[in-house]
């Protein structure tokens, strides 16, 4: 079975000591002082630390999957439930951002330029009703010059007509 696996980033050694220091400074210093609330926040920044993430997008369909000390729990989408694929090769370069929608939610994947071309067959083949975006970056951008040059065209015709109907 094909499976890609995005990119997700993972917290340093370093940055997780220096939480648990900083969960146990402040979890410390708010018992001294009763105060529940600064307890709580503590508590959730330590338990933070064990917390982890993985995207998967495979023939079943897109998942993350959370894991919180050793617990996983799955958050899945089938492929007959997501309607769009968008790529947006800038926001995350040199890997890509997938933008993987169903109905009004967007889930953002981030993948290697290799695995997202792989997700995007995937997507065509696994749904042909889902909308997939695969224009690479060359073919995005002139779009976006045509569209800007269009819009610019439009705002001198309006101009114009504006001033036509003023010296009337």
Do not use: C
Not at 44 to 69: P, R
Not at 108 to 128: I, Q, Y
């Amino acid at each position: 079975m094909v499976q890609y696996k995005g990119i997700v980033k993972k917290r340093s050694s370093d940055r997780k000591i220096l939480l648990v220091v900083v969960g146990a400074i402040v979890l410390f210093l708010s018992y001294q002082q009763r105060n529940p609330l600064y307890i709580i926040m503590a508590v959730i920044m330590i338990a933070a630390i064990f917390f982890d993430k993985e995207h998967i997008v495979d023939e079943k369909g897109v998942h993350i999957v959370y894991n919180f000390l050793g617990i996983k729990i799955p958050y899945s989408w089938s492929w007959d439930v997501i309607t769009a694929m968008r790529p947006d090769y800038k926001k995350a370069a040199p890997n890509v951002l997938m933008e993987i929608g169903k109905d009004v939610t967007i889930r953002a994947f981030t993948f290697t330029k290799k695995d997202a071309v792989g997700v995007m067959e995937l997507a065509k083949k696994m749904n042909p009703k889902m909308y997939v975006d695969d224009r690479d970056e060359e073919q995005r951008e002139r779009d976006n010059e045509e569209h800007k040059a269009k819009m610019a065209y439009a705002r001198e015709r309006a101009r114009a007509e504006k001033k036509a109907k003023k010296k009337k």
